[in-house]
């Protein structure tokens, strides 16, 4: 209960001040944004659409090998549908990880069954050791029921993970990140607008939705809220 209302209390200030950075549209965050993306060339943004898409299609599969002390069984069609239980004792993982490719240590207890109603307990610990500079956001603890949480893998993947004794393999297919990425395909006339414009971005992870975080600007009121007002 305190985990939950601490959770409730920082998203609570969070969103008050991002809000309240937006609505004003002379605020210094958001004449900030504004400047850095209409410094963006043509050249710059087709460029920045590329990569997006190309990051937007690495997050559709998430695959790996496992070594070390363990056992470990589990199948899922998302987080409300999946079975398994086991271990691994701080093993180590060789693969692709969130846009991220490297090797990280991986030490969990798992079990439980989730249909429809969810009975699947997790006890998960990961430490980035060696990869791209990204694989080093993805550092990781968390002990509860496996709900939302995406930090181990989407709610809405499809796949499995089976390490026996010494050695294993894991893979996950996003559903949600291959809508993702059929959307961003459709957002290219959108590199062209300006900062106010709408962005297909679903899994609100493209270059537009880090400079909205640098500068406190709230991820969904460009797409959802003030759509209307924009194209008056």
């Avoid at 549908?81 to 990880?97: I, K, P, T, V």
Wanted: net charge negative; aromatic share 14%.
């Amino acid at each position: 209960m305190k985990r939950l209302i601490s959770s409730l209390a920082v998203v609570a200030l969070a969103a008050t001040g991002c809000q309240h950075s937006y609505k004003f549209q002379s605020s210094p965050e958001f004449q900030q944004y504004s400047e850095e993306v209409n410094q963006w060339t043509g050249t710059e943004k087709v460029g920045i659409y590329l990569k997006d898409r190309f990051l937007d299609l690495a997050d559709i599969v998430q695959a790996d090998l496992s070594v070390g002390d363990g056992f470990l069984v589990n199948a899922h069609a998302t987080k409300w549908l999946q079975a398994g239980g086991g271990y691994m004792n701080h093993g180590l993982r060789w693969g692709l990880l969130k846009r991220s490719a490297g090797t990280w240590s991986d030490d969990r207890v798992e079990g439980g069954v989730a249909a429809g109603f969810n009975l699947y307990w997790v006890d998960i610990k990961r430490l980035p050791v060696w990869g791209t500079s990204t694989l080093f956001q993805n550092e990781f603890a968390y002990e509860g029921p496996d709900y939302l949480n995406n930090h181990d893998r989407h709610w809405s993947d499809v796949g499995g993970n089976l390490h026996f004794a010494f050695i294993g393999a894991n893979l996950n297919a996003s559903p949600y990140e291959a809508v993702d990425f059929l959307l961003g395909i459709l957002a290219l006339p959108t590199i062209y607008a300006g900062p106010l414009s709408p962005e297909m971005d679903l899994g609100d992870d493209d270059t537009r939705a880090v400079l909205r975080e640098k500068y406190c600007l709230p991820h969904y009121e460009y797409t959802l809220e003030h759509w209307d007002a924009w194209h008056r």
